[in-house]
């Protein structure tokens, strides 16, 4: 059986991971979890983008090689991954033999298939973007004569690369690129990002070079080492190389990445698998950028966000739940500590935190901590209303639409509580009449059931904190919480009793 096989890119480790590489790498590890949930069998790949002219120039800044400068980096992002609860089964380092052999397989193939072949370069190359430009995609500033990088969001100055080098012939691939667009709708997501590739494919492609002459730290071009391959051909062949040698992986069933990456995910990647004759991603999937206080993260603002300094003070889960709930998956977003509190506080403090505590409180207070059997099992079971909710659920987040997963739920969670403000179970206990115990009983049954099946929908999204409330609500023994269907199938595991405890997200003032 294939395995659901999704991908993060690959971060550079020039310098520490902060909040834009958690974004992503949160989001593919949410998606992994739902889909282990569900019984699928998952491969989720993250890992390190190492060769390069950008990292060398980074090492030598520090005083390292590159090799060692590389340990260092790309170990921070591994902790900094066990830290945030990413359940990666691959961690791949394209300084890894496996990955340099595959890419020099590859490459190889490819000059023997006519399709990399030898050439004059003569243009700009962007060190921080590690990308080429043409004249005409960067002409000179009309102020300062200089050449800057026509990525809005770097501007850096260009520096001109004259060598002979390898092609890739990306032209011929124009044709079946622009067929499978139209034949596979999905496989450019979300829409507005892929229209934008559709266009550009459609004005045209130009042969791309993919090796340089004078960058040492690379992989060495096979039979021609005194070129290594362009760290983008290199780096994009990590998602082929961790999967071979199984043939349950490949190919990826979604390559989630950033919009700036787009193209060489959405046009370039495609084509070279095309050349190489490998079955192409089911999906490529655009998410936006965060800016911070309205601000883009940059070196020179040093106003990169530190997951960990988020983490100490809301939590590993609150932090996860507000970076997929705040931005629609594919749209641009602002991060302030502000939005996370009034985030925190409304979503999971009062609304979800607060029902959790209300609820254990009564059934510790008039019950002693064990839920009563309902009176009447079947009639008006609510609990199963809201099962059959988990449909609409499955379906944003196999489309990947997060934050409508989350509104999906934030809806039930709103109308529990309208239930439980309605009825007024403290109230229902005080009256003399046993019916008003029952139907207080009958709705704290009601209420814990549909908690603990909402547990398994948050799941995903706020692991350990699921699993705690699941525990306390007598479903689940801690550290993992029960799916939804789980839960309604009964399989209980826990002590079934329900254990008050404080809250679970503190209110933050
Ligand atoms: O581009 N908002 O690596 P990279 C949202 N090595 N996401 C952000 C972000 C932000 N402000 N900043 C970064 C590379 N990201 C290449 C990839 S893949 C074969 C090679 C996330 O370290 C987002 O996923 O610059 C973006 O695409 C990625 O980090 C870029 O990471």
Same mark, same amino acid.
């Given at each position: 059986m294939k395995k659901f096989y999704v991908t993060t890119p690959i971060y550079y480790i020039n310098a520490a991971p902060h909040i834009g590489h958690a974004y992503t790498t949160v989001a593919a590890d949410v998606l992994a979890r739902f889909y282990r949930h569900r019984g699928t069998a998952v491969h989720f790949l993250t890992g390190t983008d190492e060769h390069g002219l950008k990292i060398e120039q980074a090492a030598k800044e520090a005083g390292k090689s590159p090799q060692e400068f590389a340990d260092a980096v790309s170990e921070k992002f591994r902790q900094l991954w066990k830290h945030l609860d990413i359940t990666f089964d691959d961690y791949i380092r394209t300084t890894e033999p496996r990955h340099e052999d595959k890419v020099q397989e590859i490459f190889a193939a490819l000059i023997k298939s006519g399709d990399i072949y030898k050439g004059h370069y003569s243009g700009y190359y962007c060190v921080s973007d590690e990308t080429f430009w043409t004249e005409k995609e960067a002409p000179p500033d009309h102020k300062t004569g200089k050449r800057l990088c026509p990525n809005p969001d770097c501007h850096r100055e260009l520096s001109l690369v004259e060598e002979d080098n390898w092609f890739f012939? *990306? $032209?011929?691939y124009q044709e079946r690129l622009l067929a499978h667009y139209k034949a596979d =709708? %999905? &496989? *450019? $997501?979300p829409k507005h990002r892929g229209n934008e590739i559709l266009s550009r494919v459609k004005e045209g492609l130009q042969d791309i070079s993919v090796s340089r002459a004078k960058v040492k730290w690379g992989v060495p071009v096979p039979n021609d080492p005194e070129h290594t391959v362009y760290v983008w051909f290199d780096a994009l062949l990590n998602y082929v190389s961790a999967a071979s040698g199984c043939d349950d992986i490949w190919p990826a069933d979604v390559h989630i990445v950033g919009k700036e990456i787009y193209w060489f995910h959405a046009a370039i990647w495609p084509a070279m698998l095309m050349a190489a004759g490998l079955p192409l991603p089911l999906k490529v999937f655009a998410h936006g950028w965060w800016t911070v206080e309205g601000q883009k993260m940059s070196k020179s603002k040093g106003n990169f966000v530190d997951p960990y300094e988020i983490t100490r003070e809301f939590g590993v889960d609150a932090f996860r739940f507000f970076l997929l709930r705040?931005? =629609? &998956?594919g749209n641009d977003g602002d991060f302030s500590i502000k939005t996370l509190k009034i985030r925190y506080n409304a979503d *999971?403090?009062? %609304?979800?935190g607060n029902l959790v505590s209300r609820v254990e409180n009564l059934i510790d207070a008039n019950m002693k901590g064990a839920l009563p059997a309902r009176s009447n099992p079947e009639k008006d079971f609510y609990p199963k209303q809201v099962a059959s909710r988990t449909a609409e659920y499955a379906a944003c987040m196999e489309r990947l639409d997060f934050s409508g997963a989350l509104g999906v739920i934030w809806s039930v969670v709103g109308q529990l509580n309208e239930r439980v403000n309605s009825e007024a179970p403290w109230k229902l206990f005080k009256s003399k009449d046993p019916a008003d115990h029952e139907k207080a009983k009958t709705l704290l049954f009601d209420v814990v059931w549909c908690l603990r099946i909402i547990g398994g929908w948050i799941e995903p999204f706020m692991p350990r904190k699921m699993a705690e409330m699941q525990a306390r609500l007598g479903v689940r023994q801690y550290p993992d919480a029960l799916s939804a269907e789980d839960v309604l199938q009964g399989k209980e595991k826990g002590i079934g009793k329900i254990q008050k405890g404080p809250p679970l997200f503190p209110r933050k003032t």
């Open positions: 012939k *990306l $032209s011929k =709708p %999905d &496989f *450019l $997501s705040e931005m =629609p &998956f *999971l403090a009062n %609304d979800l």
